[in-house]
């Protein structure tokens, strides 16, 4: 790294703890064009009637292209072919995402213990981690890992506004979630399984059997195997519900001493004899039956297929190719639901490549796109929060443990406001971002006064437009009478609003 970059950086560091809010965040944002989280000054874009393929890769592996993006992703590819691209993004670590850091890693709560998250306000905790996901999806250079991340967040879905869920979730996210999101399945689950936040949200530190009396909480042994591992058409029975609710009793959390915190409770643990899903659990495991409960759904067949069903979904078409399925099942079973050998099978498939453009993008996804597209500087604050709350898809509120759906239906009903944000985002009257229309005309080859919509398109869509795409914004342009950033904003905000840009 060269010395200039060091030393903005440690500035950016200093002035993070010394200079007023607003202050340190318009150094941060100075920080982090200059040392190139900005809009190139030339790029390239697509120029073919479809579809790009590096394009559709980008799409579905990210939140959406920043402006240069296709042209680097080209370079990569064009000598080791896509595979090289996907290997960087399967190695995060190895992506230098310090300039994403400036901005998302500032959120103290995230990387506090349960016990001290307790001392702040709901309202701080619920605005850093939405802040946090919003940022880390619209700066950071590991995009893959970021989309990995919110899918795993809506299988093991946590809504903070049950109980205490808001004070134990930015520990589940850090410890759980990302730890685990480019991992082995089963670490997941076994993460997942004794975090506080999910004990919690599923009840399971009510699940005890201190007496003979008592009646094994069942709630999250239901979901583990309906929502987590088999599905619902997995084949378990209620009795494997009731017989894994009994592996489960006795997990509990500290409500003094380290408050927040797991522990094993032997007095409310069931020690008996147990049969999951036909398989013997001896008497006497203790706190270790909850790791012959996660190696047994984990290993399950049918926990390959849906696991390997919800990926194929998530990154090729809601009616997820069979073919693809199996392959992937058996890549799952095979690996021991290693996360990198899925995404390899399904993003280098015949099935993946003939799938373009068939995603509608939920909120999270259309706004954070975008966001990236336009290359646009934010912090995100409350003005652009109210938008996703708007949509229906504000990070970790979903209600119910299915998490928010991927599919385009539960959607439709978004799209004024989607129109509303698009025309406000590119005019800049979403208060707190910045865009910067004249200059992305001029990286694409404009004369940074009139945007040319043929120049336009195959950014934000990855090919060139059609005859009935492209002559509503010319007329538009012909008789508008608006002039510079007036023409620009209105004709960046209905690109952003059309049809083609609403999916991926």
């Not at 010395?3 to 941060?28: F, K, Y």
Request: hydrophobic share 40%.
């Amino acid at each position: 790294m060269s010395s200039t970059r060091r030393a903005w950086l440690r500035a950016a560091a200093i002035a993070g703890g010394v200079l007023p809010l607003a202050a340190c965040e318009r150094l941060l944002s100075r920080v982090s064009r200059e040392l190139g989280q900005n809009i190139p000054a030339q790029f390239a874009t697509p120029a073919s009637a479809d579809i790009d393929p590096v394009f559709h890769l980008l799409s579905r592996t990210s939140y959406g292209l920043w402006p240069g993006d296709w042209q680097r992703a080209q370079a990569v590819i064009k000598d080791g072919g896509p595979a090289a691209w996907i290997e960087q993004q399967l190695a995060p670590d190895t992506i230098d995402d310090r300039l994403c850091d400036l901005r998302a890693r500032r959120f103290e709560t995230l990387w506090h213990d349960p016990g001290t998250c307790y001392e702040y306000k709901k309202e701080v905790l619920r605005e850093e981690i939405t802040r946090h996901t919003l940022l880390r999806a619209v700066y950071s250079q590991r995009q893959l890992f970021e989309v990995m991340v919110g899918f795993w967040t809506d299988h093991l879905n946590i809504n903070l506004e049950k109980g205490d869920c808001i004070y134990l979730k930015p520990a589940d996210d850090r410890t759980v979630i990302r730890q685990h999101a480019l991992g082995k399945f089963r670490d997941l689950i076994r993460a997942s399984v004794t975090s506080p936040a999910m004990l919690v949200y599923l009840d399971g530190k009510e699940n005890r059997k201190a007496a003979p009396t008592d009646i094994p909480n069942e709630n999250y042994a239901r979901e583990l195997l309906e929502l987590h591992t088999l599905g619902v058409h997995g084949g378990y029975t209620q009795q494997d519900v009731y017989e894994a609710a009994r592996c489960l009793t006795g997990w509990r959390l500290r409500t003094t001493w380290r408050k927040g915190t797991v522990y094993f409770d032997p007095a409310w643990h069931d020690d008996g004899e147990k049969t999951l899903l036909g398989q013997r659990i001896a008497a006497g495991g203790g706190a270790y039956d909850v790791d012959r409960v996660v190696d047994i759904v984990c290993r399950h067949p049918a926990t390959a297929r849906f696991i390997a069903t919800k990926l194929t979904q998530k990154f090729v078409s809601e009616t997820a190719p069979s073919s693809l399925v199996e392959r992937v099942a058996q890549t799952f079973t095979a690996t021991d639901g290693d996360s990198k050998a899925m995404l390899r099978v399904i993003l280098l498939s015949d099935e993946f490549q003939s799938a373009r453009g068939v995603k509608f993008k939920r909120p999270f996804h259309f706004i954070a796109s975008c966001l990236r597209a336009l290359g646009a500087d934010t912090h995100a604050h409350k003005p652009l929060l109210e938008y996703l709350l708007r949509m229906g898809q504000a990070p970790f509120q979903h209600p119910t443990p299915d998490g928010y759906p991927d599919e385009a239906t539960p959607w439709l009903g978004t799209l004024l406001w989607r129109w509303n944000f698009a025309i406000s985002l590119a005019a800049n009257n979403v208060p707190s971002v910045q865009v910067e229309a004249a200059r992305l005309l001029t990286a694409l080859g404009g004369d940074g006064a009139q945007l040319d919509p043929a120049r336009l398109w195959p950014h934000f869509i990855g090919r060139m437009s059609t005859a009935a795409e492209s002559q509503p914004l010319t007329e538009f342009a012909a008789r508008s009478g608006l002039q510079g950033d007036a023409h620009n904003a209105e004709l960046l905000g209905l690109l952003l609003a059309s049809p083609a840009f609403q999916r991926y």
